[in-house]
């Protein structure tokens, strides 16, 4: 990573928690105890999800998703590893070709001026990383879509159900 990418990352991260800061200082002013609680809890579960991930061991892929968050208006993403302590190789060059691989696709089917909040959950079943990337259904030609992230040779399902589900194993 080059020292640039590294300040422009810090400069984000710096950015949110001043965000974040400001807000619970707010409250505190209004004496709003309840937005207090709610707003710290919600920072104590980004970190969880950040130390989470971290574990994974996937310092591009992490770099990159971090960045998408960041750079993009449309794409905000959640994070869970339900992974337990035992650790197992994730290839991180391969997840991130393959994350990219998706995010190439789903800008063209994209709403215009639509906020696309999505999760990527990481769990371990039978020594075996199943990764599951979720978004809600609206989508423009949501049959195309699924069509095309289908053809792509590493996914295993993408189901239609409450919410769109993009499914993989590492």
């Not at 579960?45 to 750079?71: A, C, H, M």
């Not at 789903?106 to 979720?134: A, C, D, M, W």
Request: glycine fraction near 2%.
């Amino acid at each position: 990573m080059k020292e640039q990418d590294v300040v422009e990352m810090l400069r984000h991260y710096r950015h949110d928690w001043l965000n974040d800061l400001q807000l619970i200082l707010g409250y505190a002013q209004l004496g709003k105890l309840d937005k207090i609680q709610s707003k710290i809890t919600d920072i104590i579960e980004r970190s969880n999800q950040e130390r989470g991930l971290d574990r994974l061991n996937i310092p591009k892929t992490f770099v990159w998703l971090y960045q998408l968050n960041w750079r993009s208006d449309a794409f905000e993403l959640q994070f869970q590893s339900l992974m337990d302590q035992e650790t197992l190789f994730i290839d991180d060059d391969a997840l991130l070709s393959k994350i990219q691989k998706i995010f190439q696709i789903l800008p063209s089917y994209q709403k215009e001026y639509h906020q696309y909040n999505g999760t990527l959950i990481f769990k371990k079943v039978n020594h075996t990383i199943h990764i599951h990337l979720t978004f809600d259904l609206d989508w423009n030609d949501l049959s195309a879509l699924k069509q095309e992230l289908q053809s792509l040779p590493f996914i295993n399902e993408v189901k239609e159900e409450k919410l769109l589900r993009i499914e993989w194993q590492e």
